[in-house]
């Protein structure tokens, strides 16, 4: 009788990881994603799909709100939603002037100033509810 479960866990092991569609942070690359940046445009919409998220919006040359849309991720052939401790990583060069982010629909950060002409990175991670900001770095360059 245990062969025969130990058989049935394995078959259904199996089976499962045939179906798997994606396969995420750790077991897979963080997402890079490069967005468009409209120029003088305010909203920056982020997408989530990934526990490991890194966005790279460029020089910027104006303030940015952005906004997050956490997408159920796709694993093991049914979708589930974003846990807990997922991470979004934003990377941002400022131009001449300062510059400020302000976190928006999903984050929940105070308002980031940034050195002009000076690179930063802002970490959020997600508390079940929100994306929280938790660290921001400036690059001394």
Not at 44 to 73: E, H, M, R
Request: glycine content about 4%; overall charge positive.
């Amino acid at each position: 009788m245990k062969k025969i479960s130990l058989i049935i866990a394995i078959v259904a092991f199996t089976l499962i990881a045939k179906s798997q569609t994606t396969v995420n942070y750790p077991y897979a690359p963080a997402s890079v994603v490069t967005p468009s940046v409209t120029a003088k445009a305010i909203a920056q919409p982020l997408v989530v799909s990934n526990t490991l998220t890194f966005y790279n919006l460029g020089t910027i040359d104006t303030n940015k709100t952005l906004t997050i849309t956490a997408a159920s991720v796709s694993q093991y052939a049914k979708a589930w939603n974003i846990p807990i401790g997922t991470e979004i990583v934003v990377y941002v060069t400022c131009d001449a002037t300062g510059r400020t982010i302000t976190s928006s629909t999903g984050l929940t950060c105070s308002v980031i100033t940034l050195t002009a002409s000076k690179s930063h990175t802002i970490t959020y991670r997600y508390n079940g509810t929100t994306f929280l900001g938790i660290a921001t770095i400036k690059t001394l360059q």
